[in-house]
């Protein structure tokens, strides 16, 4: 099922004793039709927030307090977490971080599979158990009917990551989130889940939604992507175009300290000096500045706003042109 | 939450009630001998006229003897602060003999480790199905067959004592061994041992203070059960003797004249007791919220 | 799996003859039974020939054999106090015992565990809190204090029901039961609310704490993610795994609940176990503890088997070893 996303203006914040402390503020994404977008920032930028809010799964005491999603025409005040529920596991599926503590370990992978379509789609015994079976091999797993039978810990982590997946993808959903999905595994097996992931929107057209700190498997999988920072989106743009010539500071700045082969062996990794502010420490003004070589005393005093261009936008008082030469 | 006389923040406020309680109670047990109104042991002081007398505000009352008399004409009152005095004593003193004998045996195990260890766990594993009050009663029979009366008696109060610490020691050594194996894997700990440190000194000085605060929790939570384990052998007749009471053995003597209708004799002894545990307890849980969230409320 | 259970088996009869050998060195070198059958006036030939009789000269290790082989055929000694066999003694009390502690347990787990579900799912109800208040009062309160205001209160004040002892009770074989008569289920009543009390509200606790700690868990997370409704969510996934520890917890503590019922039996006169082992330590009869010595590493045994193979049969993680990639 292939449908366009709309996420607009959410907000989520967090109720301490002399008021809210904002973690997510007016982040708005368009997900097209079969599209994958990434999401990237660093630890605690709110990624996995975003995620969850967009499935009212966020958890007590952070709240949503606005934002609206568009899936296939639909809209949702995302204010109302219940209201999300219906999209769960049928319009978005959402695939988590760690694949060792994510399958309910009492249970085979047979009677994950087949209670989860059980809850969606009106498949009863023999016929729940076929759709399983089929499912376990569209996610690559060897011998399904073995797979059905064991239970997760019998599994290795890629594997109970594809079986992951195939939970996610049960009922056929227009936008899968995968949080950070292949963050728990090894360098091969994250490549394996990558071309898995590659597969099935190339199949049935679903779009993705590829939260990671990893621009290299964005590199692979996206088609555009957006970085988030301190809890607003800096840059979205076509993923070519922001690998090649990034407009704002601290895509440069990220682009430039992954490692990269061929480089001179005496060239020092460049990496980012200071670190990102947490919720409730954001200074005045470009959340990044202190850290930003271009800041300003407009950057240190406005918060620039979002200037969209086409399928790109940036948010900077001094966006790059052309992006500068990469080291 | 600001600190509160030196407590951690975010202890709510229950906890700080409960802790308040708890202060109350050691005061009025500490200064009991002053505050009695009347010298519960002095035999000569008692007049059996006043035996049996209800609490001042019914009918039969006296004012002078609030919460009312027992049998013999002892009051009360008197009894209950020496009594808590007995009962807080034994109690903090079986806990920190369990704490002591624990917290060292799971250093040892830890830093050891070896034959040492495996034994010790193995220990701990076993012991943890008996109960303390069991074990005092064992003790109490032994004890009874092989020593004569006097002796006995004198040696009440370190066998309920020894019992409790027996039937305690346990989860102290299993989050001392935990402190000390975590420790040991850290870079400071082997670069001592290379300064020729000995081992008891890095054990004391590094370990001690990171496993206080999971201590500090099993120690509070201990106390209740202590508590009650002791005024529970006490109303058996079993460990502490008769010539001083604690408010296990109140009750015990107040319970033979409930049925015809005496109560304050077994209510006032007995709610002293309970508060002071629900006090105990709520601390203790309290505590453990802050100082150690990732324990649960596992009381023995 | 069967080998872990063979060896767990082998380890309970380990424990058992280590107990048994305590249990016979406290029959025979404490206490002098010599004197007791014949009294303090006996002359020295006749302790000669009564030692002899008793099979007392012989090696400490063959006495324990003959011991153990008493045992097993059940001939358990003569209690000094009373005079009869402890085989007779214990027929008599068992009966009791087991009945008491059993709808004790059986209060416990029904009550326990849907209060212990019920206020971990509604945590902000006013029904939670006053359950969680009344638990931690529960916990709080010695258990001969709960037994003696329950008399206060429906025996001397109200007289509703029985302040000690079985009522009627009807013999079925060698058991006596209490359950078959309206005197015999009144006089039950009481004590095993009592004894009941510290362990429902244990229990209480320990569910509500597992399934709070299991509600916040990664895998309940996708389950809420993929969209499975809360009735699945709460009772299929979170419950099974929360009650997993439970078992270990629980079971464990029916160690507790042997206690208190000698706390219980005391407070309400029941002819049980309990009070027979009270009366044995007072009285100083040396058969009856070590028979009741020997009953409570049997039923220590006995549960911690149990515990031991309900996680074998219900965590699959414990069954199987990893089937490879």
Known sequence: MSAPVELEGLQISLARDGGEVPLVEDVSLRIGAGQVMGLVGESGAGKSLTAAALIGLVASPCRTRAGRLAVAGRELSLADPEALRPLRGRAIGFIPQDPFTSLDPLFTVGDLLTETLRTHLPLTGAAARARALELLSDVGLPSPEVRFEQYPHQLSGGMRQRVAIALAICAGPALIIADECTTALDVSTQAQIVSLLAGLVERDGTSVLLITHDLGVVAELASSVAIMYAGRIVERAPVEQLLRTPRHPYARALLDAVPRVGRTRTAVLPAIPGTMPRPGAVPPGCAFHPRCPRASDRCRADRPPIESAGASEVSCWHPLEDGAARA | MRPWLGLPEGTRRGTRIALAVCLGYVLLAAFARWLAPHPVFDLRSLDLLNASLPPAWEADGQRGFLLGTDEQGRDVLSGVLFGLRLSLLVGVGAVLVAMVLGVAAGLVSGYRGGWLDALLMRAADAQLTFPAILVALLLDGVARTLLPRSVHETLGVPVVIGAIALAQWVPFARAARVGTLVEREKGYVQAAQVMARPGWAIALSHVLPNVMGPILVIATIGLGNAILTEATLSFLGVGIPPTSPSLGTLVRNGSAYLPSGAWWMVVFPGLALAGLVLAVNVAGDGLRDVLDPKQRSTVP | ?325
């Open chain 3, 1 to 325: 799996m069967i080998a872990g259970l063979l060896t767990r088996l082998l380890q309970g009869v380990g424990v058992m003859l280590v107990v048994g050998l305590l249990a016979f060195a406290v029959s025979t070198k404490l206490g002098d039974p010599v004197n007791n059958m014949l009294g303090p006036n006996a002359t020295i030939e006749e302790r000669e020939a009564m030692t002899h009789e008793l099979g007392l000269d012989q090696p400490f290790l063959l006495q324990y054999w003959r011991y153990l082989g008493r045992v097993l055929h059940g001939r358990l000694g003569v209690s000094y106090r009373l005079g009869i066999p402890v085989e007779e003694l214990l027929a008599e009390r068992l009966p009791a015992s087991v009945e008491l502690s059993g709808v004790a347990m059986l209060l416990t787990l029904l009550l326990g565990v849907p209060l212990g579900i019920y206020t971990a799912l509604h945590r902000r109800s006013v029904l939670s809190k006053l359950v969680l208040g009344a638990s931690l009062t529960g916990l709080s309160l010695p258990t001969f204090l709960v037994g003696l205001l329950l008399i206060f209160f429906f025996s001397v004040q109200l007289r509703w029901l029985p302040s000690s002892g079985r009522g009627q009770v009807v013999a079925i074989g060698p058991w006596t039961t209490g359950l078959l008569t309206l005197s015999g289920l009144r006089s039950l009543l009481l004590p095993s609310i009592t004894l009941a009390l510290f362990s429902l509200a244990l229990l209480l606790r320990l569910v509500r704490g597992e399934l709070l700690d299991v509600l916040h868990s990664d895998h309940i997370r996708f389950a809420r993610a993929r969209g499975l409704p809360d009735r699945a969510i709460h009772f299929r996934h979170a419950l099974k795994n929360a009650l997993l520890p439970v078992i270990t917890v629980a079971a464990l503590q029916l160690g507790n609940l042997l206690a208190f019922a000698v706390v219980t039996e005391t407070v309400f006169q029941w002819p049980g176990m309990g009070l027979l082992f009270l009366q044995a330590v007072q009285f100083a009869d040396v058969p009856v503890i070590s028979t009741y010595l020997l009953l409570a590493a049997v039923t220590f045994v006995l549960i911690n088997l149990a515990v031991d193979v309900s996680y074998r049969v219900l965590d699959p993680r414990v069954r199987s070893s990893r089937a490879g990639s």
